[in-house]
Nanobody, 127 residues
Framework: QFQFVESGGGLVQPGGSLRLSCAPS????????VGWFRQAPGKEREGVSC????????YYADSVKGRFTISRDNAENTVYLQMNSLKPEDTGVYYC????????????????????WGQGTQVTVSS
């Protein structure tokens, strides 16, 4: 059974930082593009950042550019999302996803090619 273990979410004040981790169980990430998505209450799930398995190319939503950094450590079979300068509008459930046969832009912007979803981790930015 393919699963993800997501961790690193929590409550943080505006301007603070968090690092999310995503580690799969049952498969290795080096064969997949991986992305982070988030869903705020009452809103659709949106792509935050994705990273390619082939060349390490990345995609970031405009709302997080310059603040979030996605990275992958294939040796550790883990993908990270470093989130800095957090804002209240970053609040939501963050989901890890893996897929392929698409570009990182299509995967993130249109959720194309996603094969596996994680269960999500809550991020709350509030004072």
């Amino acid at each position: 059974q393919f699963q993800f273990v997501e961790s690193g979410g929590g409550l943080v004040q505006p301007g603070g930082s968090l690092r999310l981790s995503c580690a799969p169980s049952g498969f290795t990430l080096d064969l997949y593009a991986v992305g982070w998505f988030r869903q705020a209450p009452g809103k659709e799930r949106e792509g935050v950042s994705c990273i390619s398995d082939e060349d390490g190319s990345t995609y970031y939503a405009d709302s997080v550019k310059g603040r979030f950094t996605i990275s992958r450590d294939n040796a550790e079979n883990t993908v990270y999302l470093q989130m800095n300068s957090l804002k209240p509008e970053d609040t939501g459930v963050y989901y890890c996803a893996a897929g392929g046969m698409t570009t990182v832009q299509a995967m993130c912007a249109m959720k194309i090619g996603i094969a596996y979803w994680g269960q999500g981790t809550q991020v709350t930015v509030s004072s």
